[in-house]
């Protein structure tokens, strides 16, 4: 049976969990890798090496420094300026790895599900299928909130994190593939049927005996008349 590409055969309570997952995979690509908390405390020092500074922002790649603006002799954040690789005073352990992987794995999850929830914008799905793309977008939620084992990182524990705004971003994340994947598992929504297309010209039914013509030598036998003149 071939397959056929056809809009919205499920109707539009598929974009639903389809736009959903998009945001949520977009959230989570947010980030730049040194904006997922705010850290004070020792370690700010370490990595700066000036006790005036009072805060980094840090991500699972690298941390951004703010700079004191002139006019309102701030601290701020030049999100335009470099991330910076953390030195030796930093400390990569376990939770810090496992939180990395489990952020990237939830991207690849959640962004293969938002995609394949899109087909369904112009393929029909069985209920299996359906289903299948719930799991795919529910397992996204779930790694993205274990990604905040990375709180329990060694340089979390000898200084403060706060959230911010990679961290936040994903919150957003799982939410978004945690709710597109209840509208998943609570509605399976039944594709239309097609109607078979009717030709809408006028066409005469004839049956094979009015369409045979007569056989030269048979009794009675008689051509039918011709439909226009000729000559005319």
Same mark, same amino acid.
């Given at each position: 049976?071939?397959?056929?590409?056809?809009?919205?055969?499920?109707?539009?309570?598929?974009?639903?969990?389809?736009?959903? *997952?998009?945001?949520? #995979?977009? /959230?989570?690509?947010?980030?730049?890798?040194?904006?997922?908390?705010?850290?004070?405390?020792?370690?700010?020092?370490?990595?700066?090496?000036?006790?005036?500074?009072?805060?980094?922002?840090?991500?699972? @790649?690298?941390?951004?420094?703010?700079?004191?603006?002139?006019?309102? !002799?701030? #601290?701020?954040?030049?999100?335009?300026?470099?991330?910076?690789?953390? @030195?030796? *005073?930093?400390?990569?352990?376990?939770? %810090? !790895?496992?939180?990395?992987?489990?952020?990237?794995?939830?991207?690849? =999850?959640?962004?293969?599900?938002?995609?394949?929830?899109? =087909?369904?914008?112009?393929? +029909? =799905?069985?209920?299996?299928? %359906?289903? %299948?793309?719930?799991?795919?977008?529910?397992? /996204? *939620?779930?790694?993205?909130?274990?990604?905040?084992? #990375? &709180?329990?990182?060694?340089?979390?524990?000898? @200084?403060?994190?706060?959230? =911010? &705004?990679?961290?936040?971003?994903?919150?957003?994340?799982? +939410?978004? %593939? &945690?709710?597109?994947?209840?509208?998943?598992?609570? !509605?399976?929504?039944?594709?239309?049927?097609?109607?078979?297309?009717?030709?809408?010209?006028?066409?005469?039914?004839? @049956?094979?005996?009015?369409?045979?013509?007569?056989? /030269?030598?048979? *009794?009675?036998?008689?051509?039918?008349?011709?439909?226009?003149?000729?000559?005319?």
């Amino acid at each position: 049976m071939p397959v056929e590409c056809r809009l919205l055969p499920h109707g539009g309570y598929t974009l639903l969990p389809a736009v959903l *997952s998009t945001m949520a #995979w977009l /959230a989570s690509l947010a980030q730049d890798g040194c904006d997922y908390v705010r850290v004070t405390g020792d370690v700010v020092f370490d990595l700066t090496q000036s006790e005036y500074v009072p805060f980094i922002e840090a991500g699972f @790649n690298a941390y951004r420094k703010p700079i004191l603006t002139e006019d309102d !002799k701030e #601290w701020a954040i030049q999100y335009t300026g470099q991330c910076y690789a953390y @030195n030796d *005073s930093v400390e990569i352990d376990g939770f %810090w !790895k496992v939180a990395k992987g489990l952020a990237f794995l939830a991207l690849v =999850f959640g962004g293969g599900g938002a995609l394949f929830l899109w =087909f369904s914008s112009c393929f +029909v =799905f069985s209920p299996g299928t %359906w289903r %299948w793309a719930g799991y795919e977008v529910f397992v /996204a *939620s779930f790694l993205q909130g274990l990604s905040f084992l #990375w &709180f329990r990182t060694e340089m979390c524990r000898d @200084n403060t994190c706060s959230l =911010f &705004f990679g961290s936040k971003s994903d919150i957003v994340a799982a +939410v978004f %593939w &945690f709710v597109s994947a209840l509208l998943i598992f609570v !509605k399976y929504p039944t594709p239309a049927q097609r109607t078979p297309e009717t030709d809408s010209g006028d066409e005469t039914d004839l @049956n094979d005996t009015e369409l045979e013509l007569p056989v /030269a030598g048979e *009794s009675g036998a008689q051509l039918p008349p011709p439909t226009h003149d000729p000559g005319a």
